[in-house]
């Protein structure tokens, strides 16, 4: 795992065991704390796991508001094996002002009809360019589809996340050429 990956490591100390054995009663011994160490490490990493789910689910629920959504936050809706590029806005928007709904409920639940009726609405089967990565040792194409208010710097971007969403390193420019 890559050090930037990591979201958070909690370190318990010595010091920090005998401060619960003291507001207990339990004597500071190094005796205790080897078998405090010995049966209860793997209760407290067990439990740490299972509990945290829910707590960096109320964590993001309460920071939600200082989260952002600019143009550069991409999600893919896959629909006829097809990969459809949206900004996390244009899901937004549609997912509130059509469904009524939370994004990540539609995230989690959407069905064919739903991407369906999604890729009708933004009006993306008419809409498609064909993005290619430049300086690389094998030519790689695709369709990127889009709602005709995307700027070239946005399509090219999009075609980016979908290159390396589809695990193809991207270590040369992305051209587009209008379809």
């Known amino acids: ?48 796991v299972e509990n945290g789910w829910e707590i960096l689910d109320t964590l993001v629920d309460m920071y939600e508001k200082e989260f952002v959504y600019d143009e550069e936050a991409f999600v893919i809706i896959e629909h006829e094996d097809w990969p459809y590029i949206l900004t996390y806005r244009q899901l937004n928007n549609y997912c509130a002002g059509e469904l009524n709904c939370h994004i990540s409920e539609f995230l989690q639940n959407y069905t064919w009809d739903d991407s369906k009726r999604l890729i009708d609405h933004l009006n993306l089967n008419n809409r498609i360019c064909k993005a290619y ?3 690389t040792a094998f030519e790689y194409a695709t369709w990127i589809y889009y709602d005709g208010t995307d700027t070239d710097e946005l399509l090219e971007k999009k075609a980016t996340f979908l290159f390396e969403w589809l695990n193809i390193k991207v270590d040369g420019g992305v051209s587009l050429e209008d379809i």
Request: charged fraction near 25%; hydrophobic fraction near 35%.
């Open 1 to 48: 795992m890559k050090h930037d990956e990591l979201f958070l490591t909690v370190n318990w100390y010595k010091d920090d065991i005998f401060g619960v054995f003291e507001n207990k009663g339990i004597p500071l011994t190094d005796t205790n704390f080897s078998k405090l160490k010995k049966i209860g490490a793997t209760t407290l990493h067990g439990q740490s």
């Open 133 to 135: 990565l430049e300086q």
